[in-house]
Each structure stands twice: as C-alpha cells, then as structure tokens.
C-alpha cells in the first residue's frame, strides 16, 4: 500500500518570503500523481497544484511550484511570496495511474504567516 | 466556477439513527468519491462511485454505509445505525473523465452524540 509522509507538522513564513513544504512517499508503482491540497479554517480542501510522474518537468502554478525528485520519491511544496491568505493546512496526496482512483494523503502541514 | 455542493453543512445525530448526507457533483463529472476527515486528523478514502457502482471501498466502508446516486445529479451517502466514531467531517469530491483531478465540495460536519 502507498503511503504519504508529511514530516513539518507546523511551518511558519514571513509575509512575501518563500517557504517550502516536505513531502515523501512510498510506492512500488511507477505511473502516479501526486497532488497539493490547502485546506483553509473553512475546512474545504482546495486543489493547489499536481504532478504527473511520467513528467521530468516540475508543476508550476502561479506562486505555487513544486520540487519533484522521483528517485527519491520527494515531492515539496514551494510558495512564493507568501500572502496571509496562504495561510492553512496543506496536505500532500498520491494516486495510482494504474490500480484504484482513490487519494492517500499525508497528515498535513499547518503553515501560518507573519504579517 | 463550478463547484461542489454538499448538503447539510451541519448534522447533528442520536447514536443509533440513520443519517444521509448529500452531494451535488460539477455538470460532466462522472466520478465520485466520498471521504471523511477526524478532527486534527488525515482526510481518509471511503468510497470512489462510477456507472452506478462502487468502484472501491476501504475497511472504513461497512456494511452500515451505502452510496447512491437516486436521481442522476444528487449523490448520497448513508450511514445507518450511526456510532459515536463516525462523528467527522465528510467530503464529496467529484472527477471529470481523464482528468485525474478530484475536487471537493465543502464538507458536512456530522456530530453523533
């Protein structure tokens, strides 16, 4: 079964600095994804970015970008000048390309930011 | 922009009683999903519904829970003889054919007293 590890389980960030997440994984497969959620004091999980394995380039999107490394099955969060709205539980997540269509996700990273 | 839409926001439940939870999926998306979320904990898989059938289920999902989509748009999930565990925060999450991208509706918070 794939697991998903989330090591930083607090992150704090100055307003417009940049701080990266951590996330790793375990699978034996080689075809996934792997998907960013921010989950706000609202509680909805909102999709912020994702990462198809087959693909050497690294998602980006806006602010958001992702550091890939699929040798060492990594997959961190970077966000750039960070806003207080980005403010909020972020959750790493993987899904088989192959087996099932289901999101294992990771326990999370509380990220806060100083104003 | 499209969205999720999950009924009620809130419900709260006598142990012992049914509940049924409501979601209604983006126009075109064709998969379906039900997860929950412990309070402070991980959001856990439930159930993935696709064709009118389940096409997954984890141990969470017993023979007390259900998924149907009764009418071609609402998709429902219902727990029978609720337990004091099941108390959590239940998402919908619904998928576009080919997309691989799972969104969420809001959530119901379900509180078993």
């Known amino acids: 079964a794939q697991t998903v590890t989330q090591s930083q389980p607090e992150m704090s960030v100055q307003e417009a600095e940049t701080v990266t997440l951590s996330c790793t994984y375990d699978t034996s497969e080689s075809d996934y994804y792997l998907f960013w959620y921010k989950q706000p004091p609202s509680r909805q999980m909102i999709l912020v970015i994702r990462?198809?394995?087959?693909?050497?380039q690294n998602a980006t999107e806006n602010r958001f970008s992702v550091n890939f490394q699929k040798a060492a099955k990594s997959f961190s969060l970077k966000i750039s000048d960070s806003q207080l709205g980005d403010a909020a539980m972020y959750f790493c997540a993987y899904r088989s390309a192959s087996s099932g269509d289901k999101l294992t996700f990771g326990t999370g990273t509380r990220l806060a930011v100083r104003p | 922009e499209p969205e999720v839409t999950q009924t009620p926001s809130h419900q709260v439940t006598q142990m012992g009683q049914e509940v049924i939870l409501r979601c209604v999926p983006i126009s075109n998306h064709l998969y379906f999903y039900w997860y929950r979320q412990i309070l402070g904990q991980k959001v856990e898989f439930l159930v993935s519904f696709y064709n009118n059938e389940i096409s997954e289920k984890s141990e969470i999902f017993d023979d007390r829970f259900s998924v149907e989509r009764p009418d071609g748009s609402n998709f429902t999930l219902k727990i029978r003889s609720t337990k004091l565990e099941d108390s959590a925060m239940y998402f919908c999450a619904t998928e576009l054919a080919g997309s691989y991208e799972q969104y969420f509706g809001p959530g119901t918070r379900l509180t078993v007293t």
């Open positions: 990462q198809e394995a087959y693909k050497q």
